[in-house]
């Protein structure tokens, strides 16, 4: 039985080296050291030895075991090294190579543009107030001077939700709540940015969702001249110092007087050319004084305060700005559009 042993061990030793993988070692170990493998039907076969020949052979038998168990232990480890070695051959990265270019996101032009009106403002002394974009129609009308019969709603065309509530037409609600909110004492001076929605159908020059900053200052003894002062200002910070503003007579129902402002064509210096259509000049807002009902049914005294508004188009703005000739670019997502803005 000793031979026998020696033999098994030797066949075993000779098949562990032979291994090419944990597979085939683990089945060589399972073959030699398994309860049915060879060495357990030597161990199962002592009853019929002597008592002499007993011990010798359990002791052989142990020391076989243990050789063979040490051998698979030494060869797994040395496979499972090989096979880690492989993958990271396989897996290598040359780190010498350059990196693949990150590319970074940047501001939005009308985010860009909005950020520029209201640091803009905020230097004039006003503060930045946002209200919500989902309206009743007692903020968005009624509380500007235009109850349910008033014509100059039809200027409008409406996203009613129910038919008390739609989509705010315009940033002006947000004055109405702030005035509001102020229970009848000045001053308020706040400028509102934010979208506004009409029905309309979208072109270069027209979109159902567009977004709008307004301005209200309301305190003792304002005047005409504060808004043209106010105006000019900001026209000649924005669009530069030598840009020349004027005032033509308008309408709107929350102010009175009212007037659109016009600024001077930078393209051709007031001479005219395409672009402000031979004028000299380019629309770019609306405004006036703030109407006595509006200042009251806010809870102002008109007798005692008075006020300005204005309200200007952002994507308008924009459009000027950086000379895009397509309302649409500014919501299409398109990469190649936007890519072009990364400075700004």
């Known amino acids: 039985m000793i031979e026998r042993l020696q033999e098994l061990k030797q066949e075993a030793l000779q098949e562990i080296s032979e291994s090419g993988n944990v597979k085939d ?14 060495i357990t039907e030597v161990l199962r076969g002592m009853g ?4 002499e020949e007993r011990p010798l052979v359990g002791q052989k038998a142990n020391e076989v075991r243990e050789e063979i168990q040490t ?10 090294e090989k096979a880690l070695e492989e993958r990271l051959e396989k897996e290598s990265v040359d780190i010498t190579l350059p990196g693949r270019e990150i590319k970074q996101g940047a501001r939005h032009p009308l985010t860009a543009v909005v950020e520029e009106i209201e640091d803009i403002f905020i230097g004039l002394g006003f503060q930045v107030t946002e209200g919500p974009e989902v309206e009743t129609d007692y903020y968005n ?18 996203f009613y939700i129910t038919n008390d509530m739609l989509l705010r037409t315009q940033t002006s609600p947000v004055q109405a709540r702030t005035m509001e909110k102020h229970q009848g004492k000045g001053p308020v001076k706040i400028v509102c940015p934010g979208k ?11 979109s159902h969702q567009f977004m709008q900053i307004e301005g209200l200052f309301v305190d003792k003894g304002v005047r005409m001249s504060d808004l043209k002062g106010v105006l000019e200002a900001f026209v000649k910070k924005y669009f530069g110092a030598e840009r020349e503003i004027r005032l033509r007579p308008s309408f709107f129902p929350f102010t009175e007087p009212s007037v659109e402002v016009d600024v ?10 395409r672009v402000c259509k031979q004028s ?12 006595p009902r509006v200042l ?15 309200g200007m188009g952002v994507e308008r703005f924009a459009l000027l700005r950086y000379g895009i000739d397509d309302i649409r670019h500014f919501y299409t997502n398109d990469i190649r559009f936007l890519d072009q803005f990364k400075w700004v």
């Open 71 to 80: 051998n698979v232990e030494k060869k797994s480890t040395e496979l499972e």
């Open 196 to 206: 506004v929605y009409r029905r309309d159908d979208d072109d270069a020059t027209h």
């Open 296 to 310: 009251e049914m806010s809870g102002f005294d008109p007798k005692v305060y008075s006020g300005f508004a204005f």
């Open 48 to 51: 019929k030895l002597s008592a």
């Open 25 to 38: 070692l683990d089945h060589v170990r399972v073959k030699y050291l398994g309860k049915k493998g060879p």
């Open 264 to 273: 001077s064509c930078g393209i051709c210096g007031g001479k005219g050319c």
């Open 141 to 158: 009308f009624e509380a500007l001077n235009l109850p349910p019969e008033h014509p100059a709603r039809d200027m409008q065309d409406s």
């Open 280 to 291: 000299g000049w380019i629309e770019v807002l609306g405004s006036g004084m703030v109407h």
